[in-house]
């Protein structure tokens, strides 16, 4: 079995910053690419950043300058550095990998629990 577990969210002030961490534990082969996807209430869940295993980056274009994905795949781990938060950061951000588990040749996506950010103004 594979595993996600995101930490790092809490309350920060406009203009604050936070760090949140994703570790991929258990059963794991191999691990493709990392990334942080966001839920705000009311709104669909919407791509924050992504990063491959050779440390190519990939972010949405309003997120850009602020937020800074990173991964040490000796760990495992994603990370997610926020800058400069806004209250429409507002979010349960969801920790996301494609994984090539122990014992099967299939490449799974897999979610973490999410973590509540939320943003005061």
């Known amino acids: 079995q594979v595993q996600l577990v995101e930490s790092g969210g809490g309350l920060v002030q406009a203009g604050g910053s936070l760090r949140l961490s994703c570790a991929a534990s258990g059963s794991i082969f191999s691990i493709n690419d990392m990334g942080w996807y966001r839920q705000a209430p009311g709104k669909q869940r919407e791509l924050v950043a992504t990063?491959?295993?050779?440390?190519?980056?990939n972010y949405a274009d309003s997120l850009k300058g602020r937020f800074t994905i990173s991964r040490d795949n000796a760990k495992n781990t994603v990370y997610l550095q926020m800058n400069s938060l806004k209250p429409e950061d507002t979010a349960v951000y969801y920790c996301n990998a494609l994984i090539f588990a122990i014992g099967t040749p299939l490449l799974r996506q897999y979610w973490g629990q999410g973590t509540q950010v939320t943003v005061s103004s």
């Open positions: 990063i491959t295993s050779g440390g190519s980056t």
